[in-house]
């Protein structure tokens, strides 16, 4: 009897167990899924420089980590009296499709000649909106970027590098160096400088170059600019240069490296190693790599020679094969 | 007819009469030979025999002289015709010393014995003909060797010419080139790009005409090599030398450490092989440390999060090692607010989600600066860093905007080789990671069931605010009138309260339906070992309006976030 009761009271306890654990996925998935959230980066939509009659962007990334529906991020303007001045793009209402974690708009604003100096300031206001509502009260997830906008007339020069590049170029070409600039100032401006030294693999300088006319970067814009520099007689090989921009003092140096190749887009491999002899004599080695292609070279050739001699020796014997059916035909008709 | 008669009856007898007279005349033939030599007083001569005479000197086929030595173990072969009055055929012996031949026999052997012979010919041949003989030099021979020839006749106690040492260059002496002596050879190290030097032990102790001088040929196989240079790959060759020659060849720009064998070869000035050839050692290219250049950071873009989940930031560089590219082991970024430094965010143990991203491997580009040999220096590398929500924003202008307004975020690329030497380059110009605003809230408030003209009471519905970017929180607040389709009544927004604890219906603050902004002071999420979440409860209460009608009503409430006051920045930013 008390075996039966025990046997019954472990069933409704395995059972018990097992609701609740199922009840504490369900409800967990449950709260998962009533959670919902949203990120605008960066929090603020500032510009302490503006000029009268300037121009500026900024790029905005809405974010949702569990992009599991279609929504919108409706964007509203708030307690601003420059609101005239400001768009957007692709417009106040922005698509968050589904699956997609970030999505990137532009907040623009575009100061009138007449603008008066002074701070403007105000909020934004992003909410997220979506088809369905999810109980009594539903919550709309929002953030608040702040305006914060200062149009002055003192113009502001600042610019940054952010990085150099060098892409490979062939021997005897133009030597193009890439600069990533950001123009932090209100007014368009360009380096003063930029010099290049080039090192070989050793580190070893070769040469060094420079250009005082570089294009500028209109303000508030990170751009890249190419700098280059004509009959740079360098080798086919790898080189490393070390880079200096100047505005008046340096501001920036990096050293990165570059390939001077053939002009069917190759680097040399096959160079000859250099020998001298004890006296400094240069002798020429005639490296083994060199005899390995000849034999390659003529393997093919012989190879093909007896591919072709078989294709021959085949079609001489299909053409009399047919003659010979061709005489039996004509010997049988007679 | 008289004739066939007279044949057949004499056919017995003549036969017999051809005997008698053959047999008669035999024996008178015998007896007038008897006659003349018993007789004293008849005409008689004895010749004697005489040597054989060169009538073409002697010479060495080949000109052995001091300019044209004949190497040890080579053949001197001499050559000379000559003439015996008596016709007979004779021998060529060719001796150390003129002194008259004596023989044996019929064999004739230089004065002195066996060892003072150069050569004899191994057969004789008739008067007038060329004969030649053949000496192979002997290590243990004198570099000029006089030489003495002899034409002898094949007779039993015959007799030689006088000696003869012939003229000019193919004349006596003949001269003998010693080989090299060679005990050693030896290559040093360099690094790619530079020199290896070979040097050898090596000498020639042969003087006559001029001193012998001694060339090193280096090979980097072992097929073989002559004087002119290695049959294979040749790695340098020396000048003649008077001793132990040396030389050179540069390493090429890019080549693999290690170490490599050389095979060296000596020759002395007749091109005569050291018997010591080859030696066998070895050069060493040495291992140089990688080096690491163009260090980008997200292209030079500031970094801008993605609330609640992780950001993937690309850096890249280009690492150089002339050792080859394929040389390199691992390479590895750390991603890092930079007044964290390399120096602490160089190992996984120094690893924060808000300031460190220590030690993320990177991988060679698919196209582009790839590794595609051994002689290739450089390749470009893409490191990405999976970048978390809560990462310390260094974005502002002041302490207002963010604690770490006045840093940025750097990078720094790692190279080890297969040697383990490193090389660390930290990107040119950091960036500004952006703050990001974002916030979690439960995604809507159910009141539950109630009665016209009651209230929540002390019964608070709860919505949990989690700060899922990386600023602290304060909070606007808004709503809407709850509604019913079909009734003419509402739940104004005001019947809703809320408040940051709990409260009983009354004591909580009214919503509005135009924001307001509160200090709710979540704090930042922030990491400590682990993620800590920044949330902060928001409690709700409703009062139902006395007139309204039955069924379900719905509203909207605005849960906007705001960035957060200096103060809630957690344990990071305080």
């Not at chain 1, 990165?256 to 190749?261: L, N, P």
């Not at chain 2, 460190?356 to 002689?375: I, R």
């Not at chain 2, 709860?462 to 709503?479: C, E, F, K, M, Q």
Request: proline share 3%.
């Amino acid at each position: 009897m008390n075996d039966l009761i025990n046997k019954k009271i472990w069933i409704l306890k395995t059972v018990l167990i097992i609701f609740i654990i199922f009840s504490w996925f369900n409800l967990r998935s449950y709260i998962e899924a009533s959670e919902i959230s949203i990120g605008v980066s960066p929090s603020s939509f500032s510009n302490d420089s503006l000029m009268p009659g300037s121009y500026y962007e900024q790029e905005i990334i809405i974010s949702r980590a569990n992009p599991d529906t279609d929504a919108k991020a409706v964007i509203e303007i708030e307690e601003c009296s420059v609101e005239n001045w400001i768009s957007f793009d692709p417009g106040s209402e922005i698509e968050l499709p589904k699956n997609e974690q970030r999505v990137t708009a532009k907040i623009k604003v575009d100061v009138p000649e007449y603008a008066d100096l002074g701070s403007y300031n105000g909020y934004l206001r992003i909410k997220l909106v979506r088809e369905e509502s999810d109980g009594q009260v539903t919550l709309v997830p929002a953030v608040r970027m702040d305006i914060d906008m200062k149009v002055t007339n003192v113009e502001v020069v600042d610019l940054e590098v952010k990085m150099v590049n060098i892409e490979d170029f062939a021997e005897g070409q133009t030597m193009i160096v890439m600069l990533r600039i950001l123009n932090k100032g209100n007014v368009s401006s360009s380096l003063s400088k930029v010099k290049v030294d080039i090192l070989d693999l050793d580190e070893n300088k070769i040469v060094s170059i420079e250009k005082d006319e570089i294009d500028p970067v209109a303000p508030f814009t990170l751009d890249d600019i190419d700098v280059e520099y004509d009959n740079v007689d360098l080798d086919i090989g790898e080189y490393f240069a070390d880079v200096f921009a100047y505005n008046d003092s340096c501001i920036y140096e990096d050293r990165v490296a570059f390939k001077v190749i053939k002009g069917d887009g190759s680097i040399a491999e096959d160079s000859d190693r250099e020998i001298y002899s004890g006296d400094g004599t240069e002798i020429t080695d005639r490296g083994s790599n060199k005899l390995l292609s000849k034999i390659l070279i003529s393997s093919g050739v012989i190879i093909v020679c007896i591919l072709l001699v078989g294709v021959i020796v085949f079609i001489i014997k299909e053409i009399k094969e047919r003659d010979e059916v061709n005489k039996k035909y004509k010997k049988r008709e007679k | 007819m008289y004739l066939r008669k007279c044949l057949r009856k004499n056919i017995i007898r003549i036969p017999l009469l051809m005997v008698l007279i053959i047999s008669l005349s035999y024996i008178s033939f015998k007896i007038f030979s008897q006659e003349a030599q018993a007789d004293p007083s008849s005409t008689s001569v004895t010749i004697d025999n005489e040597g054989p005479s060169f009538t073409v000197d002697p010479a060495e086929s080949v000109a052995s002289t001091s300019t044209n030595p004949t190497n040890v173990g080579s053949n001197v072969t001499f050559q000379a015709t000559a003439t015996d009055p008596n016709s007979d055929d004779w021998v060529l012996l060719v001796c150390n010393n003129g002194s008259t031949p004596v023989y044996t026999g019929s064999t004739p052997e230089c004065n002195g014995g066996s060892g003072n012979r150069w050569c004899r010919s191994g057969s004789s041949v008739a008067s007038g003909n060329q004969n030649t003989c053949d000496y192979t030099t002997q290590a243990g021979d004198s570099e000029s060797n006089a030489w003495y020839a002899f034409a002898c006749d094949d007779v039993t106690g015959g007799s030689c010419s006088s000696a003869d040492q012939g003229t000019g260059d193919s004349g006596s002496p003949f001269e003998v080139n010693h080989a090299p002596s060679f005990s050693s050879a030896s290559g040093n190290s360099a690094d790619p790009g530079g020199t290896i030097t070979v040097s050898s032990t090596a000498s020639d102790s042969d003087t006559s005409g001029s001193a012998d001088q001694v060339k090193l040929v280096v090979c980097a196989d072992t097929n073989g090599a002559t004087y002119s240079g290695c049959s294979g790959t040749q790695l340098c060759v020396s000048s003649d030398s008077a001793s132990d020659p040396s030389c050179n060849f540069s390493l090429d720009a890019v080549e693999q450490d290690g170490s490599h064998n050389l095979y060296a070869y000596i020759f002395d000035s007749h091109e005569f092989a050291s018997a010591s050839n080859y030696i066998t050692d070895s050069y060493t290219v040495n291992n140089v440390s990688p080096s690491v250049s163009g260090v980008t950071l997200n292209s030079g873009s500031n970094i801008s999060l993605t609330e609640s989940t992780t950001t993937n930031v690309v850096i890249t560089g280009t690492v150089t090692d002339n050792n080859s590219c394929q040389d390199l082991d691992t390479v590895t970024t750390s991603l890092y607010r930079s007044a964290v430094t390399f120096a602490s965010c160089d190992d996984n143990s120094e690893d924060d989600d808000d300031s460190c991203y220590a030690v993320v491997s990177c991988n060679v580009v698919g196209s582009g600066n790839t590794c595609d040999s051994d002689s290739d220096a450089s390749a470009d590398y893409t490191c990405t860093v999976a970048v978390q929500f809560h990462a310390d924003t260094t974005a502002g202008a002041g302490s207002s905007d963010s604690p770490w307004y006045d840093q940025t975020w750097l990078s720094t690329i790692k190279a080890t080789d297969d040697s383990a030497s490193t090389d660390d380059t930290e990107v040119g110009s950091g960036v500004e990671l952006n703050d990001c605003l974002a916030l979690t809230v439960t995604s809507s408030i159910g009141y539950g069931n109630m009665s016209a003209g009651t209230d929540s009471g002390s019964s608070n519905q709860t919505t949990v605010v989690t700060a899922s970017g990386n600023v602290p929180l304060d909070t606007d607040l808004s709503g809407t009138a709850m509604t019913q389709g079909g009734c003419a009544y509402d739940i104004p927004v005001g019947n809703q309260e809320h408040s940051f604890t709990t409260f009983t219906y009354g004591a909580g603050t009214d919503l509005t339906s135009t924001p307001t902004e509160y200090q709710l002071n979540c704090v930042k999420t922030y990491y400590n070992g682990g993620k800590i979440d920044g949330t902060q409860n928001i409690y709700w209460g409703i009062e139902i309006p006395s007139t309204i009608c039955s069924g379900l009503f719905e509203g909207e409430d605005t849960v906007t976030a705001v960035k957060g006051d200096v103060g809630d920045w957690g344990p990071g930013g305080s």
